[in-house]
């Protein structure tokens, strides 16, 4: 008699390392494909004949730094992003919080209704409204102007703030308020002195979002600004693609690097918060 082959148990065996080295290839591929752009940027920021090949530099060299590390190719378009985002993202964060909540803590047949609307408004294109915005804004003597950028940056941020901070906020118990207003505090005191500080990861990533959103932004202050002394950053890297399709590689790279430099530095900053959850499990208890 023939001895039986484990066919039938070797072959999960089998199928399921083949699956892992599939996935492991893709996520490869995914690596390269995310890996090399990066990696053209650090190596060309570095080469003094940098082009669109990712190569070692031949000698290594600050010279691209040193060259856009000027006033006005460098520091007041970042002076001018800092006023922009900065100030956009503290109206989006605190309008954000005060819209969310109401939709968070009172229950209301309106509140759906403001959601869906809310999420539609997320799905509008900005291109679709500039054109009227613009006109607006010329009628209201707000074209040219950082405040005016500010207002639109924010309201362009806030619906998508406003659903993420609803959901955040609704992982905070209310019972804790309900203790807080036996006390003698009243709604807006609960807002400030409860239910933000403990929603401190759902703020953080607001504020990450829309900062990181609004310092990419080139169509908005490109429309909306006029004055080359007030263009900011994302505007300001277009100086670098000359006429007739000529491009100076190394300073574009090493303008790149310190461009990307604050919105990596806030990230680094609050990234601890990111996996903090609330634990407000036995907050409530006894």
Not at 57 to 71: E, M, Q, Y
Request: glycine share 6%; net charge positive.
């Amino acid at each position: 008699m023939r001895r039986a082959t484990p066919t039938r148990r070797t072959t999960p065996l089998r199928r399921a390392t083949r699956n892992r080295l599939t996935a492991d290839a893709t996520l490869t591929l995914v690596l390269v494909a995310f890996a090399l752009p990066l990696a053209w940027v650090v190596l060309s920021s570095l080469d003094a004949d940098a082009n669109l090949r990712v190569k070692w530099p031949s000698h290594a060299t600050l010279d691209n730094f040193d060259a856009v590390l000027k006033p006005d190719i460098t520091f007041t378009p970042l002076l001018n992003s800092l006023i922009l985002c900065g100030g956009a993202t503290a109206l989006t964060v605190a309008c954000a919080a005060l819209a969310a909540y109401p939709l968070s803590r009172y229950r209301s047949r309106l509140n759906n209704p403001y959601l869906t609307t809310i999420l539609f408004a997320t799905c509008l294109p900005i291109t679709a409204v500039m054109v009227p915005v613009y006109a607006l804004f010329v009628q209201v003597d707000l074209i040219d102007t950082m405040a005016g950028t500010i207002y639109f940056f924010a309201a362009s941020q806030l619906p998508f703030a406003i659903w993420l901070m609803k959901n955040f906020m609704d992982g905070v118990p209310k019972e804790l308020e309900e203790a807080a207003w036996t006390d003698g505090a009243g709604t807006f005191q609960s807002l400030l002195r409860i239910v933000l500080p403990l929603m401190g990861p759902g703020i953080a990533v607001v504020t990450v979002f829309c900062f990181a959103m609004m310092w990419g932004n080139f169509f908005v202050p490109f429309m909306l600004l006029l004055s080359p002394d007030q263009m900011p950053a994302s505007v300001s890297i277009n100086d670098f693609f000359g006429n007739r399709g000529t491009v100076v590689y190394g300073q574009l790279a090493a303008f790149s690097i310190i461009y990307s430099t604050p919105v990596i530095l806030l990230y680094v900053l609050v990234s601890r918060r990111f996996g903090g959850g609330f634990a407000l499990g036995g907050a409530v208890k006894g």
